[in-house]
């Protein structure tokens, strides 16, 4: 264990930065997001979520696959390289890593995507444990402990002064290259136990964080799916894509070509299950109603995923949906009102 | 509010009406959802309170495809949508019984958490009968108070008035809360240099996500297919790879609602990244004001739009250059 | 003495013009041998109203520097009232890309009738000038579409 003042980070920042990219949360016109860090940027560790996840770093929202590049009669096609130089990543929280870990499923196994894959490798993740967790959180519904988040390094900042764990082998690694900030803190574990423990505590008093997630499960499909709920639920849905592009762990992705006049870029982004095209065919679409794409958001992160991820959910309990969607639609209305209908409460 | 839920039953019982649309409270104090109740019993569920933001005229377009009547809640505001809607024939006037409600000014959440309130518990001081000018939060982090003034949505500030433009029966009463000009914001703007004015919104959108949220909750963009859902034309409806793509997206979406456009203000207030789109709209309110005589959209059912109108005597489009 | 190699500023001009008069009147142009740069790109449109904005704007997404739309004068449209209906479309249009911060001058409207040839060639050296003092246009262009 190690620690820093709080007031030194800059130069901590300035440092990391001076060797590779540093990603970190970042006040932009008064939201905010993980960006790159700049000496200008005004860095903002306070905010608990920001308004999009930092899945951004690892799985943009948009990304470029190739480039066909027309000259006369002759086509030339130059893949996008993938990620070559090293990255860190400050500040995700607990339940942002626990989401990449569902994106792990989904990108790294066979078939691996390689951009992914790339900047997997070439990632390091420095997750802040949460101080104040907030009423739209429920991390711990899903496994997540937001007092001690799971990445390369973990740190916790308490009174001024941020400690630092290296977990991993690319934590150590990083330590290393910045050990001339950081003074060593073993004796002081007891100080970040006893910061765990109020945060446990808090989290405790929040009203989400004891949500049943019984009768969600792989084999829910056929009692789930056809359940008449759904028809009700989805009708305050405006079918926009905030919740799906807030979310740590939307992974469905669209691929489409840009005509740059002297060729094209095929490029793919964001998908949301929320847009009318989402998964269109030759054939039409898959899915002709909201109340069908509605169904498939919740289906997927609590049905379809576990079922083929030995039970894991994708779903984090970020709050991020909770906070940002235009009808106060959520997972956790979801989850509440299957349980309401089956007779017990949480 | 128990004054609504009791009309709505009334007129649920007396089959006048085969459902209702209002706002249904949530696990949060401050996430009402737009909802349907189609018996007594789930009225118990109905509230109406000062997060109820939600214009439920859009959704107005569905019911009209409904069965039977519906009965729906609309505030001051919400009725110029509803107006609106009713002149592009989206809805149906004969399947809307419309309870104009009261409205003392509704709270922005976002703005409630910038003043540093976390861990929400419970907020008193937004329920309609109360008179209050603060509202008293209790988190889990302790008793915060925020004045109801400092908290409101941006639209409210300039209000259009307390007057419901089209209704069957009204009930409650509302409060004045216009305390800005409705154009200051634009004139701040154009009092810019070109340059700042390009590098204001060019950090402002670039915020952009695609999530589309501020044209699905918007009444005046009621078209069946929208051009930016196309595939048959590259219009890119969901990256966000070039900060041009947002601009085009934003500045055609003001297009095609202007001189439609009611300024209720929906786009602003669902927008996760806090764009104040609002102002692509205003402008252009500003404009057909100045240009085309003063028009309010939603006023009436009947006038003719400044977009499908026109007189020999029209500014030519150089006008925009040579007034500097 | 040596030839230097001069890169000169050659700007992308899009020109709307309506089938009725305008487009006549850049064939009388031609036809009487009154000049224009080669740099303006006509489009025909079969009246000014069919001019959509995402026409103007998709122009300058995919590089060009100017945009012009040339219909028929108020009054004698083709089918009596397009083009009101466009003078209205394109001031406001034009007041939004000021109002974004777009220099002023990228985008104009001309009124220019079939038997105008004269008109038509003078409004297009001049167009072709006021670009070529504004230079080239990276506000709206997007950069994908960079050669």
Not at chain 1, 86 to 95: D, I, K
Not at chain 1, 305 to 319: E, I, L, Q, R, T
Not at chain 3, 113 to 130: I, L, P, Q, W
């Amino acid at each position: 264990m190690y620690k820093i003042a709080k007031d030194d980070l800059n130069s901590l920042f300035r440092l990391i930065a001076s060797g590779q990219e540093l990603y970190l949360p970042e006040n932009i016109g008064g939201q905010v997001n993980f960006a790159p860090w700049s000496e200008e940027a005004e860095v903002d560790l306070d905010t608990l979520k920001t308004v999009k996840s930092p899945k951004d770093a690892f799985f943009p929202q948009s990304e470029n696959l190739y480039t066909v590049k027309r000259d006369g009669k002759k086509l030339s096609v130059e893949p996008e390289k993938l990620k070559e130089q090293s990255f860190v990543v400050f500040g995700m929280r607990a339940c942002d890593t626990a989401g990449l870990k569902v994106l792990d499923r989904v990108f790294l196994s066979d078939p691996v995507d390689t951009f992914y894959a790339a900047r997997r490798a070439h990632g390091t993740v420095v997750a802040l444990a949460c101080h104040e967790p907030e009423e739209s959180c429920f991390c711990k519904v899903f496994g997540v402990d937001c007092a001690e988040p799971e990445a390369d390094v973990a740190a916790w900042i308490i009174d001024g002064t941020l400690y630092w764990k290296p977990v991993t082998e690319k934590g150590q690694a990083l330590t290393e290259s910045v050990k001339e900030l950081l003074e060593p803190a073993d004796d002081e574990a007891g100080k970040v136990e006893a910061e765990k423990d109020a945060v446990r505590g808090i989290r405790e008093q929040l009203p989400y964080m004891n949500l049943s997630l019984e009768g969600w499960n792989g084999d829910a499909l056929a009692e789930k799916f056809d359940s008449p709920l759904w028809e009700e639920l989805y009708k305050p849905c405006l079918a926009c894509g905030t919740c799906t592009f807030v979310c740590p762990t939307c992974q469905c992705y669209d691929i489409k070509d840009y005509d740059t006049g002297h060729g094209v870029q095929r490029y793919r982004c964001w998908d949301s299950c929320m847009y009318s095209d989402f998964t269109m065919m030759a054939h039409g679409n898959n899915r002709t109603s909201q109340m069908q794409r509605f169904r498939q958001r919740f289906m997927h992160k609590l049905v379809y995923f576990p079922a083929n991820n030995d039970g894991m959910y994708s779903c984090v309990g970020c709050g991020r949906c909770v906070e940002k969607c235009p009808a106060s639609l959520n997972i956790v209305k979801v989850i509440k009102s299957f349980q309401d209908q089956g007779g017990e409460k949480a | 509010m128990q004054e609504l839920i009791n009309r709505a039953k009334e007129l649920l019982a007396d089959n006048t009406v085969a459902r209702v649309l209002g706002w249904r409270a949530g696990d949060l104090p401050y996430d009402p959802e737009p909802a349907y109740f189609e018996t007594e019993d789930a009225l118990k569920d109905f509230v109406y309170n000062g997060f109820c933001g939600a214009n439920l005229s859009k959704y107005m377009i569905e019911a009209s495809k409904l069965e039977g009547k519906t009965l729906v809640f609309l505030k001051p505001c919400d009725t110029y949508s509803f107006n609106q809607l009713l002149k592009e024939h989206r809805v149906d006037r004969e399947k809307a019984y419309i309870i104009g409600v009261g409205c003392k000014g509704k709270l922005d959440i976002e703005k409630i958490r910038k003043q540093g309130v976390k861990g929400i518990r419970g907020i008193s001081g937004a329920e309609m009968t109360d008179d209050a000018d603060v509202l008293t939060i209790d988190t889990i982090y302790g008793e915060k108070t925020c004045a109801y003034q400092d908290v409101m949505l941006g639209r409210c500030h300039v209000c259009k008035g307390k007057e419901h433009k089209v209704y069957d029966e009204l009930i409650g009463e509302s409060r004045e809360t216009t305390d800005a000009e409705r154009f200051a914001e634009v004139e701040a703007i154009e009092a810019m240099s070109p340059q700042e004015r390009f590098a204001y919104f060019k950090k402002e959108l670039s915020k952009c996500i695609r999530c589309n949220a501020c044209r699905n909750v918007c009444p005046a963009c009621s078209c069946r297919k929208c051009v930016f859902d196309s595939n048959k034309f590259d219009s890119s409806q969901k990256a966000n790879a070039d900060s041009f793509e947002e601009k085009m997206f934003h500045i055609i979406r003001a297009f095609h609602v202007a001189g439609r456009c009611t300024d209720c203000g929906e786009c602003s207030r669902v927008c996760p990244q806090g764009i104040p789109l609002h102002l692509f709209n205003r402008k252009f309110i500003k404009e057909i004001d100045q240009l085309y005589g003063e028009y309010q959209a939603g006023e009436d059912t009947e006038s003719k739009a400044p977009l499908t109108d026109y007189t020999f005597e029209d500014a030519e489009p150089s006008i925009i250059g040579e007034r500097g | 003495m040596s030839i230097e190699a001069k890169e000169e500023f050659r700007p992308k001009i899009v020109a709307f013009c309506c089938n009725w008069c305008s487009y006549a009147g850049a064939d009388l142009a031609g036809s009487s041998r009154l000049g224009y740069p080669a740099d303006v790109k006509i489009i025909r449109v079969p009246c000014s109203c069919r001019v959509n904005p995402m026409f103007i704007l998709r122009a300058f997404e995919k590089g060009a520097d100017g945009v012009i739309m040339c219909g028929c004068h108020p009054g004698d449209c083709h089918y009596s009232t397009g083009n009101y209906y466009a003078r209205r479309r394109m001031t406001l249009l034009f007041s939004m890309l000021d109002f974004i911060g777009v220099e002023n001058g990228r985008t104009r409207v001309e009124w220019v009738s079939a038997a105008e040839g004269a008109r038509f060639s003078d409004t297009m050296n001049d167009f072709v000038e006021k670009i070529r003092s504004l230079g080239k246009n990276v506000r709206l262009e997007d950069l994908r579409c960079r050669s």
